[in-house]
């Protein structure tokens, strides 16, 4: 793209580089090896290294001083000024303080308006375009753009825009980046001497036009650009997918007309295409076709990452290999876990310490740096355990009363300092400067700044504070808590990390950082229409048409970029592969539409859709594994272990003894291997903790009340109720949704209490609640163990006659189907026997919804317990015999048991 | 098919392609909906419509992606292919054959039209066009900013569920806190749980029905509404006053001494009646006299007169005793009808109430957090649409213009969207031309009902579009994807179903396509085995055998049985006429259900028989039991003293653990008391330890001591590698689950993969995130690993899920289940289809707790409910290309099912007598003679590549930059770099000729970007330099030739090398660098090292500057320095 009527040298775009350098070297061959008077102008700084390389090459010395080799924007940011610059935050903090007060924006999210604005700002700056004078004027111009008539809407955006424009030009005391910029460009302009080469640059703005003719007449300027040449066959090819604007011939046409000119494909031995099924092939392609150059032999390869998820499976398998990768890319700062543990303590300070967020917070390597990592682990999974234990939900001052409680000094003493460092965050409002203060005084409390300072993505981050600490010094802007956080979040989410410490032939890159550089080969990674256009992020302002009519590049100067940059690529690359999905999970994906083009053309001139041929070959006999590739597993049967005898319980519960009923394995792993579920906090208080509540809270009535037909009615109740709200006292200070199941058990209470007259009018009566039993029990081969269990609740009637009596909270309909085949459900004749020979009735009392029912067991009631002895008695004498343990619960029993891991139920063949 | 038909069929894609007019088409399964809707874009294109003047709206992104990538490939034949092949292409679309020639340069160029387009061409769902709307919605709508989509809002709901019972607790007594209360005590914590979840899905809907005039008014709005038909005070006592009525008290007298001289049940009712006498507790009561009148279902006993009852009674005893039943039981009736719907009134107040304030929690959490959900996006949508100025804003400030919109699906669309589209063809037509119209669906597809789709819309946005848009309605009944065989029993199970009355008869475009449709008998109740379960079982020979159970296993033992006779046997066409095919595969098998509850039987039962199958279950990864082995070892790294997690892992094909081994640990744990899992693994001695809890232990260890430091896509990444997991996974589980275990594996990497690109994501965050994910509805959780081509399976979908799919062979197993009834607590809504906002909202406890304006709406609603469940049934017929198999299990209420009246329309068909224990059978035998192997897909290509074996191994390639600092290093070390850089900086600045003087120390500083103090000793040390006369040579310009700072050089290698400072004297060159730190305090090593790299320099310099001395200088900043010479 030549410019002005300075002089312009065509390169074939193949070349561009080369071809450009020995240009230069020819022109100072006097002066070699010393080209430092000289300065070459390039796109993007990444190539500065190929150039000088090229350079190298044409001046055949062994050692070259280098010219100064730059962008224009590097170069500029060089020249000081006389004036302040006004950083782009404090911009930015302005602009926001001028969109707080208007009421008009609703809910918006002003931060976003902001930078939205501020962005748009720097385009206008930029592109010179200037706003009018008045509003009205400018809201004119606008509705001709938009082609609408007189709007509201229009009309506040027009107003906005304008007024903040006019605001921020106003700040004459400070100069912004893009507006120095100009200034920078002609101050090197004036005092320009140095012969001025510029290479491969692509559309310039106002000011750089501007620039060029001033220094040109100071000094010499020269411009090389790529641009094919007749007997250039691959910048024909790609001119020819690629035609400038209108450009009349067809595809077909345009395809007869290559062919007739080149024969033989351009791109045949040099470009492919790839589809992938999946990301994870799409990966491993990446993986297998870089490892695969590098063994042909290849120095410099590129992978160009428009997919940067991707990209980093990609970089993780080619880790994998050994292989090394440098990412000039980068991550966005906000998904390392420098910044995590930012973003946890701020999690920690404005949700009252959530144990998950404290946690994760006390779990990260950069918290307590000044601790042994392995003490402060072992102190954070001790904490862990008791907060389980005593489902502590939050608040720093209950984690700390848990700590001393377990005596545990060290883990008092890490809360102690998260505690200290709480209170270092204010909750008043304050400006953006003092909060990072704050923030940075209370991480150091608790040793974060220690861990980022022995980090390279942490001292980044650091950096990156203290970067806004200065920049903002002087903003008086007072923000709350949330706000500010908000703006710290965005700013993290903006900023990249780049980890520069690694040398090596695989580069991950992205597009606009190709030109000019040589590589030996090129992967292009995430080819399809998402990742290669911007179509989606529409900005706020304007639309395309506004653009046009403002003088800004349009959505379609941006897709001209990218065929320009994919075609020098493509030209000056011996070996390029394209790679793309197929398909993004159940949908088919599109195709980048350049790419299409450039395929289609192919076909129609050599009928070809040069398709990857070797890869998927590679990808099919290639896999590369760890050196550890031991016997693998067979195929799990269900197992069924023969009971170890060391591990046999010698007391088994009801429960334990439901459990060998339902499934033998279960039981194998939770009574021989004694595994079991750890508690989980316990957020909101489920069925089985109401449970436990119903069970204490009855307890506590009966004892005081034995016989409820002896207290009046209502007073009855109001003492239930009162045990009832003391027992949930505690859950509902923890959680508030605990009071639900208060509320629920307050309105069964009636309903109890009619149950239990009625009961105590059949002449039963309460005796004793909770009450743990024990029985030893002899087996036939004379062994001996210990049954166990502790009864809900026994009664008594006056003739001695007992009943064993258990709460449950399921359905009447549900005990009765539990109950219906004998020795399935064995808890209640176990319960008979634990308590001995006066049992005369057992049964499950259903308290669901409103009603209270009695469920009795069916039966014989001494039949039942002598089976259920015998039985036991009889399992007990065949596990020590080392009977297998078959895993073989029913679905019912399978979908309540935490063994599935273990029994590998699913995976049975 | 009749001359008639023909006709109708020649005159239908004329009309239905013809861009210029609007066209609504009911079109059936199977019929090309997507080839007639993509002909008619690429009409539109022909006709000169810009790609951005098109807008096209589906129903999935998956039908939007097929969509425009069938447009691309068509365009992409129109440019690229032969005149004839073009030419053919626009006749098919009808394009008027006088006028093809004409068009065809037009056709050709049109492929480059589309892809370079600005603006393109919108092919999109509702919800990302709304999204786009709100996008690019004005400022003054208060909806700018760059929120994003939660797709998973489980967890923030239940935070908005626990922020909204704070804020009800914080004020007891407030009329929210009542209202909660309320609901708590009445209903419980689940069932208020889910009426104000469903609230919560219904919310938009509500927000409509509120409209502007605030929540207190819509709620007394919608209670009033309620109170229609109801004719008894809400706060009357009705139980009381029943209680306390002295003629019924002395009616229900009468009615004991009746009772008692009465049969032995009725003696029965008179002695319970008699206990009721004396309660003084009115609920009680009536529970006590309330079963002497009426049956456990709730209806009145019958009472009827007899001889022998007058005998007993008297004749006059009897006409009382009947007179009393009927009018005391009248009376009771009506009371417990009048104490039901007060409840259902005050179920509604506090209900609304709490929906509003918990919808308006949920809306303020998701403010705070920046994201909004489709309902939002709906709503807002709509919301901006109905402000005229802004719906012109919009219209305006999108890049595109339509002139054509095309709706497919429109069965599935919901009234809000409808509303939405219609406000927008509203405004459009005030700015611009309005569009021209064009709607496909099929109200016999309409299933999505509880995703609020509402069927009746098509009727009502028929009339619409042919009133406004002059709108000709076609209809298309010729199926281009069903065998006709299948299609006889389609149109026969259809033709008659009242419900259906709007059915045509279906043809078949390939009237010669082989089909087949089986009817298998249904799975009888074993009635031996299924009466008495062994009492007494003996748990260790015996399993429990639930009969239900035994009896789906031997239908799914039946399914499996069958797949296995059809794979390789039944021929699958690969032409329209059956007369080129090849053999059945597996993956030719699609397997629909209703439900998922069962399914897993009938996965064990192909598991069993070896038949590889893909289950896609929605949100169903995180259950599959690989991801549960990988989540368990994460949770273990996360907290390693949660013994059974590791025991979990150590069985998992990752280690392979057999049950001695956990014996081995479990042992060990006993020697010890209080010691984890893990500690006893760590403290077994190597010789008791088999190679399996060996390696195990070795990779825990390596595992847990990067579990905090690396990020989880990289730990997982690395333990996908370093325990081979893929391999040993392959090898770990039945042939059947092999793709299906691979591709989940990938799926769950993937996973790691996203949230790491996400923000924040640390381990214990990571796997807190899959809790909560795993207990959140299927629709949110993550799906299971898509299989690619590569897997030849049997899929498994559900009917729901199986929309737009389609398969050679579809089976449907269990198909005589009876249908699900409804839950209760749900929202009641009647939007009618013209209206601009829902006419009822309510809810509802339960069916008895209806008010009579609720019965109303829920009669509809149950016959649009019955209707879905026939459209299931079309559904899951018609997705056979070939053959439709059913079978099922007897059930209660399976005589009304699919099962039965495809059992009955195919017997009709076989002209067979119906014999419920034979198969019924119609059409084809796919027998493998008749059809001729297809060629191309036997045709195995051989590769030829070679393959280099290093591939296979590592290939350590690049270097890591020692870093000079590990974490763990003294900070003087990393501050000393960081020293080093700016010491660098800031001499450049001093020394450079071209920049400007020596500034002032404020500009240096900001430059530097230093604080004070370290700026101060930056400035001290560079003065100590400059100010030192033994250097003054090299900085005083008087003194030397030229001098730079930092000058880059290349070397013949190629390296790029920096010198910090070069001086050229008439006779010399001379290299300065400096160091920081003092030259004393230097290690000898590293001064030795120092000295080689300036040598280098020196070197390199001797050959730039040939015929110079050339020397370097190394200045150390904290003093002193050395000279070296070459
Ligand atoms: S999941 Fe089922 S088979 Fe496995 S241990 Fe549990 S109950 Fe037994």
Redesign the pocket.
Known sequence: MPFHDLPSIPLAPAALTAAAASEIVNRHRAALPDLRGTVIVIPDLHAAADVARALRVAAQTPVLLLPRITTLRQWAGEIPLDKPLQSRAAREALLYGALADQTSLGDADRWAIAGELLALFDELTRHAVTLPQSAAEFARQLERAYRARQNRSFEFEAALVHELWHLMAKGTRELDAEAAYPLRLAQIAATATSPLYAVGLRQLAPSEKKFFDAYARRAPVVQFNAHADDNDAIGATLATAWPPAESTDGLLARAHKLHAAFPDSALAQRLSLFGAADPEQEARAVDVQVRDWLLAGKQRIAVIALDRVTARRARALLERAGVLVRDESGWPMATTSAATVLARWLDVVSGDAWHHDLLDLMKSPFAFHDWPREARKLAVWRLERYVRKASVLSGIANFIALAEQHNDVEVRQLLARVQRAQHAIPRTRRTIARWLDALTASLTEIGVIDGWRADSAGTQVFDFIEFFKTGLRDNTLALPFAEWRRWLTRQLEAASFVESAVTSPVIFTHLAATPLRSFDAALVLGCDARHLSSANDAPLFFNQSVRVQLGLPTRQDEARDSEALLAQLIAATPRVVLSWQTHAGAEENLLAPPIERLIALNRCAYGDELAETRLPALLAHSALRCGDTSSVTPIME?PAPPAERALIPHAISASGYNTLI?????F??RYLLRLGQLDEVEELIDKSGYGRHVHEILTAFHTAHPRVSDVAADVAAMHLKAISDEVFARSVGRNALARAWLLRWKSLIPGYLEWQRARETEGWYWQVGEAARELIIRTPAGREFKLMGRLDRVDQRSDGAVAVVDYKTRSEQALRAALKTPGEDVQLPVYALLWGDAVAQASYVSMDRDEVTTVPLPGELDAQTDSARARLATAVDAMHEGRALP?????S??A?????G????LHWP | MTMDDLDKLRAFNPQALDPAKSVVVSACAGSGKTWLLVSRIVRALLAGAAPGEILAITFTRKAAREMHTRLTAWLKALATEDDATARRMLIEREVPRNRVDALLPVARGLYETLLTAEPGITITTFHSWFLQLMRRAPLDAGVAGDATLAEEAAALIDEAWQRFAEDAAREPGAPLAAALDHLFMEYGPDSTRRVLANFLARRGDWWAYAGDEGTDAAIERALTALRVGIDVALDDDVLGALHSDAAIKSQVSDFIALLSTNTKSDAAHAQRLREALGEHDAARWLKKIWPAFFTSEGDLRARKASAAQAKRLTADGEARYLAIHQSVGTRLQAAQQAIDWQRAYRFNRAALRCGAALAQTYQALKRERRVIDYTDIEWHAHRLLCVSEHATYLICKLDARYKHVLLDEFQDTNPLQWLTLRQWFEAATEVDARPSVFVVGDPKQSIYRFRRAEARLFAQATEYLRAHFGAAVLSQDESRRCAPAVLEVVNRVFADEPAFEDYREHRAHHAHKPGRVEVLPLIAKDEQAETELTPWRDPFVAPLAVPEDSRRAREAAQLAQGIQNIVGQWWIADDDHGTVGRAARHGDIMILVRRRTHLEIYEQALRHAGIPYVTSRQGGLLDTLEVRDLIALLEFLVSPFDDLKLAHVLRSPVFGASDADLITIALAVRREAGVTWWEALSRIADAELGATLTRARRLLTDWLARADTLPVHDQLDRIYFEADVLARYHGAVPAALRGAVAANLNAFMRRALDADAGRYLSLPRFVADLAVLRAAPAVEAPDEGVIGDAGDAVRIHTVHGAKGLEAPIVWLPDAAASERNNHGYEVLLDWPADAARPAHFSVWARKAEQTPAQRAIVEGEDEIAQRENLNLLYVAMTRARQALLVSGIEAPGSDRSGYQKIRAAASAAAAVTQDASQIVCIGDKFDPQKYQLNQILTNVEASTVEIDARLNQALPTGTRQARALHVGEPDSARAGLQYGTRFHRLMERLTDAAQTPRADKAVLQRALDVTDTEFDALWRDAERVLGDPQFRRYFDASLYLNAANEVPLITERGDTLRIDRLVVFDDAVCVLDYKTGALAGVAPELLDEYRAQVAAYCVHMTSAFAGKRVAGLIIFTGGGSIVVTV
């Not at chain 1, 895993?887 to 679905?891: F, K, L, S």
Request: hydrophobic letters at 35%.
């Open positions: 269900p339902a499934c033998p394995y279960q194998h792993a895993a073989q619960g029913a679905p029993a399978c309540w048991c935490d063994m599935h273990l029994c590998r139920r």
